[in-house]
């Protein structure tokens, strides 16, 4: 891309290392950048909303604020604070409980990333009058001269490649958006925040959902939905136990079951009407494999919907090796077919489409 025309960015600052640096490098490439921090929705230690009770949200806590603050004064550049929490309640929060309600397991980052940090902020982006959003996410783009369209495509560094959650980037969207440092790997983000004397270069990473204390989402759901214990059966449904509500499991699950003795245990389905939570012993139960689903909301990076049947690779998951399969539509729907047998395939999980390093799109499972 050509900067000439281009003179302001904003750039999405979360107090870490990766948007600290991608902030650095488009400023020494000469653009006008601002940076901005995105306030989140927090839960509350009870139902009140007094300042005293809330809990932090890792993604903007009053330290990653401050973090990125500090990045802009060195920098010398404009920094400000906006507040999404309404927003984020509503499109990321919500949905979360509403999906696990349903007996589905979402997953909040893609749809933060969708309605919020490539919505709400290309639309402040827009507001603010600057011509690019910019974030430290581990992708990259390319303008193609051929098909006048932007290519949407993996990390340089494919163990830091977080292409699985931004599929919903469609042509509108990448029009505006500048990922700066999906031409590195890890290592050399943390040199380079070093070099720029950044104080957060050491900073960990969390991978963890940010509005959700520790690792065990439960007492979160317990906190918001009305859970409903029941029986734990096998599949010859003899009696193992009892489950403490059907959303707090997900299909393929082995820890916190809750059942000893002959285990371990694999979650291998749920039965809504009985209330019953079906389980094996065996890791590879054939109830655990499948190598066909309906996918839904389906999203085309092109915008332009491609012919059937679509040989692709494929994810189901973010920490997963990509998977040869085929893409068919039929009456309206869109049937993925891998080559072999997959494990756990999870309704609510979202499956992305791959040709080479290239990403096509992609959909949730249904």
Same mark, same amino acid.
């Given at each position: 891309?050509?900067?000439?025309?281009?003179?302001?960015?904003?750039?999405?600052?979360?107090?870490?290392?990766?948007?600290?640096?991608?902030?650095?490098?488009?400023?020494? !490439?000469?653009?006008?950048? *601002?940076?901005?921090?995105?306030?989140?929705?927090?839960?509350?230690?009870?139902?009140?909303?007094?300042?005293?009770?809330?809990?932090?949200?890792?993604?903007?806590?009053?330290?990653a604020?401050?973090? +990125?603050?500090?990045?802009?004064?060195?920098?010398? *550049?404009?920094?400000?604070?906006?507040?999404?929490?309404?927003?984020?309640?509503?499109?990321?929060?919500?949905?979360?409980?509403?999906?696990?309600?349903q007996?589905?397991?979402?997953?909040?980052?893609?749809?933060?990333?969708?309605?919020?940090?490539?919505?709400?902020?290309i639309?402040?982006?827009? +507001?603010? =009058?600057?011509?690019?959003?910019?974030? =430290?996410?581990?992708?990259?783009?390319?303008?193609?001269?051929?098909?006048k369209?932007?290519?949407?495509?993996?990390?340089?560094?494919?163990?830091?490649?977080?292409?699985?959650?931004?599929?919903?980037?469609?042509?509108k969207?990448?029009?505006?958006?500048?990922?700066?440092?999906?031409?590195?790997?890890?290592?050399?983000?943390?040199?380079?925040?070093?070099?720029?004397?950044?104080? *957060?270069?050491?900073?960990?990473?969390?991978?963890?959902?940010?509005?959700?204390?520790?690792?065990?989402?439960?007492?979160?759901?317990?906190?918001?939905?009305?859970?409903?214990? =029941?029986?734990?059966?096998?599949?010859d449904?003899?009696?193992?136990?009892?489950?403490?509500?059907?959303?707090?499991?997900?299909?393929?699950?082995?820890?916190d079951?809750?059942?000893?003795?002959? =285990?371990?245990?694999?979650?291998?389905?749920?039965?809504?009407?009985?209330?019953?939570?079906?389980?094996?012993?065996?890791?590879?139960?054939?109830?655990?494999?499948?190598?066909?689903f309906?996918?839904?909301?389906i999203?085309?990076?092109?915008?332009?919907?491609?012919?059937?049947?679509?040989?692709?690779?494929?994810?189901?998951?973010?920490?997963m090796?990509?998977?040869?399969?085929?893409?068919?539509?039929?009456?309206?729907?869109?049937?993925? !077919?891998?080559?072999?047998?997959?494990?756990?395939?999870?309704?609510?999980?979202?499956?992305?489409?791959?040709?080479?390093?290239?990403?096509?799109?992609?959909?949730?499972?249904?």
């Amino acid at each position: 891309m050509s900067i000439a025309k281009i003179k302001k960015v904003i750039v999405g600052m979360s107090g870490g290392v990766d948007s600290s640096v991608a902030a650095a490098l488009l400023q020494k !490439q000469g653009y006008e950048v *601002i940076g901005v921090f995105m306030h989140f929705w927090h839960d509350m230690v009870d139902q009140s909303e007094t300042l005293d009770t809330h809990i932090e949200n890792r993604c903007c806590s009053r330290e990653a604020e401050e973090g +990125a603050r500090k990045v802009a004064q060195k920098l010398g *550049i404009k920094f400000y604070a906006v507040n999404v929490s309404k927003e984020f309640k509503k499109e990321v929060v919500d949905y979360f409980l509403f999906e696990y309600k349903q007996g589905r397991t979402p997953n909040p980052c893609i749809e933060c990333n969708r309605s919020i940090k490539f919505e709400v902020m290309i639309e402040k982006t827009l +507001a603010m =009058g600057a011509d690019f959003m910019a974030t =430290g996410h581990y992708v990259r783009i390319k303008n193609d001269i051929k098909s006048k369209n932007i290519k949407f495509l993996k990390a340089k560094d494919e163990n830091k490649d977080q292409s699985y959650f931004l599929y919903t980037l469609n042509q509108k969207k990448l029009k505006y958006c500048l990922f700066p440092i999906g031409d590195y790997g890890k290592k050399e983000i943390r040199i380079l925040a070093k070099e720029y004397g950044f104080e *957060i270069a050491d900073r960990k990473e969390s991978q963890e959902i940010c509005f959700i204390q520790g690792k065990y989402y439960g007492d979160f759901l317990k906190k918001y939905l009305k859970l409903i214990p =029941g029986k734990i059966v096998d599949k010859d449904n003899n009696i193992l136990g009892e489950h403490k509500g059907l959303p707090l499991y997900t299909i393929g699950q082995r820890r916190d079951i809750g059942i000893g003795g002959t =285990g371990p245990y694999f979650v291998i389905g749920m039965n809504r009407r009985k209330n019953q939570l079906i389980v094996s012993n065996k890791k590879n139960d054939q109830n655990l494999l499948s190598k066909k689903f309906i996918a839904e909301k389906i999203v085309w990076t092109s915008g332009q919907t491609p012919e059937f049947p679509l040989k692709i690779k494929a994810k189901i998951r973010y920490r997963m090796q990509e998977a040869t399969a085929i893409v068919y539509k039929e009456n309206e729907k869109y049937i993925v !077919q891998f080559t072999k047998s997959q494990r756990a395939i999870m309704p609510g999980q979202s499956v992305v489409f791959y040709k080479k390093d290239e990403v096509l799109g992609g959909g949730i499972i249904k």
